[in-house]
């Protein structure tokens, strides 16, 4: 069974330009997660999908972040424009169930570097 | 709010000797409690979780946790290093609002020698 897969592994873009990472939860999981790691900093709460509603945005920086997930299944999250701030490694996480202590399980990760 | 700390950015140890990652936390409530791993180019990976069951906890690669209330720690630990144990391992508490929401700590560095 395939995991929580990440695209792209790394992007490498320029201030004022558009990115777009993609995740694909494992298949089955209504709950989705987006977290990242700035610089040096520990790993954030982004927020959290169930099904392609959003159960809780909290996390998101500011407006120039979008996040969607059409029909349920994979999601997308957009940075535009980018800001030498939004450098890091953006993570996805699925899980079966949403409550407290479910074991969530994350993919490799997205490593951005905006310059 | 619940929040972790780790208390050491780097533990280094031979091969072979135990490996001890600490961990504080802090909550109002009995929390659920994790600890996962990050290889080189992997993904985070759990190893084991603390949820209000026994308070010694097995995870995978024979590592074990103590959930210590008294002392408000989660402490990782296995007997013996193995070179492929070098990895960066993060502290989680997952905060009490119904649902999934993860507040990890700034993880632990472990390097291990020959």
């Known amino acids: 069974e395939a995991g929580v897969t990440q695209f792209p592994s790394h992007s490498v873009i320029e201030k004022g330009q558009t990115v777009t990472l993609r995740c694909d939860p494992i298949?089955?999981?209504?709950?989705l997660y987006w977290y990242r790691r700035v610089m040096g900093k520990e790993i954030k709460f982004l927020l959290h999908f169930v099904k392609e509603s959003k159960q809780d945005e909290s996390g998101m920086p500011n407006n120039r972040f979008l996040a969607e997930r059409t029909g349920g299944t994979y999601s997308t999250l957009k940075v535009q424009p980018a800001e030498l701030e939004d450098s890091g490694v953006y993570f996805c996480?699925?899980?079966?169930?949403?409550?407290?202590?479910?074991?969530?399980?994350f993919g490799q990760g997205t490593r951005l570097t905006v310059v | 709010a619940q929040s972790v700390t780790q208390l050491d950015s780097h533990v280094s140890v031979s091969e072979g000797t135990p490996v001890l990652l600490r961990c504080n936390y802090s909550s109002s409530y009995s929390p659920s409690l994790f600890w996962y791993v990050q290889h080189p180019n992997k993904g985070l990976q759990l190893l084991l979780k603390y949820t209000s069951a026994a308070t010694l906890v097995k995870g995978i690669n024979g590592f074990e946790a103590e959930f210590k209330k008294s002392e408000t720690s989660f402490h990782l630990t296995k007997p013996s290093a193995h070179m492929s144990d070098a990895a960066e391992y993060f502290c989680v508490v997952s905060v009490n609002t119904g649902f999934q929401k993860l507040v990890f700590g700034t993880g632990t560095r472990l390097l291990v020698s020959p």
């Open positions: 298949s089955g999981h209504d709950n």
């Open positions: 996480a699925s899980s079966l169930l949403m409550l407290e202590g479910t074991e969530a399980f």
